[in-house]
């Protein structure tokens, strides 16, 4: 088995703090999560989390007008200079400052950054020949308070600067003789957004309290001169040999003929205008929070405290939508490039919306759960993963596009386990509120709710093979309940514990269930034949986990003092066991008065899974380390660290001593008033602020943890979200029985040469993924059956293996189905004797031939409608269409079928071309 996994995606968590932000060309939306960022193709319907990782939480970002460069700045200052070509961080800078805003020039050559008080304007990277790619080209100064936002005028000339000083500063990029600068004011609230005028130097302003305000500029854009030296008199110096006298005379002709000055541009209001008076009388508008404007179209967007957005035409300020997306603040607004296109983030729910607003409909609608996700499941084919969380919520998300598709909100508490039916149609889940639910992934309805004959709260869930039995065990009453899939009913209570159930576990090759207890003891349950425990496992500490090897024999157990012991459940023998304390790896929260080494004896694996082989164990718990343990060897093969983000608890060994002093820590020290959001609420009695106002940090951990089916990935329900990690195995060389005569080389002669099966095995056997594609596509057809028949066992399976990972992406579907299909037919009962070996592979490939079928019938249903929509236009044009002299019926249909003729199918606007030359 190959260790080479690596972070792939984020799901679960779309949006954290910051601002958003369009690509420029308008089909993906770039949002911040924690530390990373996302990116959602809204064109081709898939999301994609970077390989970057900042050492807190992203708070702004920044796109250059080419979409290459992208800046990312933390909340402690620091800046990430990253490529959107190779994915990768090319240079970090550390401003020392939180920074409210970045923004680029629309021409690429500059990008401005608020930093406290002032706003400092830097080169862009690539477009000096500097080695430093932050190179600082001038700092403007002038606002009594923090800068919050920045725009460019369009030639990129001057920008503009809000603050919370309740002003709007309007400076020049370059020196000019009439534009130093110019601060506008006339509002009693800090300023949330100022923008240009497509083309013009008119300002329009949004601040905090709900009022816009309109100034218009008496001098056009191209009416800012250029600075130039004042030429000063000297003549007098040169005359006189005296030089007081001279200077004298200087003074003298500057007073007189004093040194004329361009006059500065002037702003003039032209209006005011307010939210409450736009939606009209009776209106209720709370607190503007985020604003953005669409040059093109005048459109312009703004955010609420209350969850409510607005869409006003400027500058008359005509209300053209009002619309609520929730009762959370709207973190960040923005437009794409057409203008037709809002995103919508809000920090509160972990919401990320986009809304086209002429047809009132939405392109995007993706929200995480609300509080942390406490376990997960895959699909039997890999192709899903389910999460349930805290709020009460089970999300199914898609593992290739990474959406979640589906949200089930039937449950009144937090959501304790997950898990599919061996057929994949099924969801079951189990939660606090005394509820087992089922799930259909057809209809997308809640179909069965199973519950206890007296209340109880179930921690765990699991269903057997056949999908018939249903186990649930209780937190309060320390039982188990079985229920029936087809009848709804309850069948039995297993009794016997004496605490509360942790984990259950079905047996995959006989009726065994294994459950695992507070009270220090497994039990292995008969289902179907006795109603007591078959049999007692007592061990030395609580058990957090059990889990069943996928072939049924042999059991892990995870138990509070970090210790994974396996079991063999036939003969209750325990076979060997693993020591974890050490690879938990060792962490301090800000607030624990012990050190770290200490702290640790309180942490254990809360979560296990075996991989597809069953050759390796994952294990996961307190800590923000995962370890992969080999199973025979009782070794650790390698530890994942799923975080670096400092924003969250229990990420350091040893406390910084910078922050340590003789009261304490500085971090147990509240700085903010205030919510989250920043706004301060007061108690009764409180004349400022709230007294009761705490900043926490979210402790860092992965409460649940499950290898793929298919054995190419693994999934972690972290605090940060769900993560993914997947092999990599583009970058490594992994030869098969290698020796020297085997080269690309005479693989490829033995491939002209026709010798196809040679040619096929040295593929193999260096084991290079282009090489064996190469081979592959130029064996013919016609000697597929030939080849199959005389290929060694081994390489069947390797054969095997490779089809299911290339149909995902190829084009030759047919071709690769093919081979596929003569495998299966020559081979198909040896490959069900050794089914345990080659399961993840026999997954893999149902799960990419079902995504294929998936998409080309939805291609095909296009093209049929579109087919049938243009023959019934074209008989409708035929019916009202005249005859002319000369010509017959079939005349008309004749030269249409002669203008089809001449299109090229392989053209990407082939259905466009048909339909115009048809209608």
Known sequence: MKFSYKFSNLLGSVYRKGNILFSPDGNSVISPVGNRVSIFDLKNNHSETLPIESNTNITCIALSPDGVTLILVNEEGDALLCSLLSRTVIHTYKFHRPINC??????????????????????????????????????????????VCIDWTTDSRAFCVGSKDMTTRVYGTEPYNNLIVNSIGGHNGAVVGAFFEKDSLNVYIASRSGHLSVWKCDTELDGLTPYTKPKMETDAKLVSDNEEESEKKEQEDVTKNPIKTEEQIKYRKLAKHSYKESLGEGARVSKLTSVAFQKDTHILVSGFKDGSFYLHELPDFNLIHSLSISDQTISSVAFNKTGDWIALACSGL??????????????????????????????????????????????LWNTSSGFCFVTFNEHLGGVTGVTFTQNGQVVLSSSLDGTVRAFDLNRYRNF???????????????????????????????????????????????????????????????????????????????????KGAKETIVLSSDVLAVRFRPDGNELAVSTLDSQISFWDPANVVQTHSIEGRHDLGYSR???????????????????????ADGKCLLAAGQSKSVCIYSVPDQLLVKKFDI???????????????????EWGSLSLVDQGEGDRNGHSISLPGVKKGDMSSRHWKPEVRVVSIQFSPTGRAWAAATTEGLMIYSLDSSMVFDPFDLDIEVTPNSTRKALAKGEYSTA????????????????????????VEVIVENLPDIYVDKLLVFLATQIENTTHIEFYLLWVNRILMIHGLKLKQRSQRIISCVRTLQKNVNRKYEDIGKICDHNKY?????????????????????????GDSDSVMEGVDELDSSDEDFMTNLMEKVT
């Open 760 to 783: 096929l095995i040295l593929s193999f056997k260096l084991n290079e993924m282009k090489l064996k594609q190469e081979v592959l596509e130029h064996i013919p057809v016609s000697s």
């Open 589 to 611: 929260k800000e607030g624990d008065k012990i050190t770290a080494k200490k702290s640790a004896a309180g942490k254990a694996f809360m979560t296990v899974c075996y991989s």
């Open 350 to 395: 972990g919401q990320l919306l986009v809304w086209e607003w002429q047809s009132e409909t939405y392109v995007l609608k993706q929200q995480g759960h609300f509080n942390n996700i406490s376990c997960l499941s895959y699909s039997p084919d890999g192709q899903f993963i389910a999460t349930g969380g805290e709020d009460g919520k089970v999300k």
């Open 102 to 147: 970045i923004q680029f020039s629309p021409d690429g050559k500059k990008f401005a950054a608020t930093r406290d008080n002032m706003v400092q304007v830097f080169h862009a990277p690539g477009k000096t020949k500097e080695f430093n790619p932050f190179v600082l080209y001038r700092t403007f100064y002038g606002a009594y308070d923090e800068t």
């Open 866 to 890: 579109s087919i049938d929509y243009i023959l019934a236009l074209s008989q409708c044009k035929r019916k009202h269409a005249p005859p002319s002299d000369g010509e017959g019926e079939g």
């Open 448 to 530: 069965r709710t199973f519950t206890s004959p007296r209340p109880a709260q179930f921690s765990c869930i699991t269903v057997d093979n056949s999908g018939d039995i249903v186990c649930a065990g209780g937190m309060d009453t320390f039982e188990i309940f079985v229920w029936s899939m087809q009848t709804g009913r309850l069948i039995e209570v297993l009794a016997g514990h004496e605490g509360p159930v942790s984990s259950l576990s079905f047996s995959s090759n006989k009726a065994l269930l294994a459950s695992g207890s507070w009270d220090k003891t497994v039990k292995l349950w008969d289902v179907f034949e006795s």
């Open 643 to 661: 975080s670096c983000n400092m924003s969250f608890d229990g990420m350091e060994e040893y406390l910084d001593r910078k922050k340590m002093t």
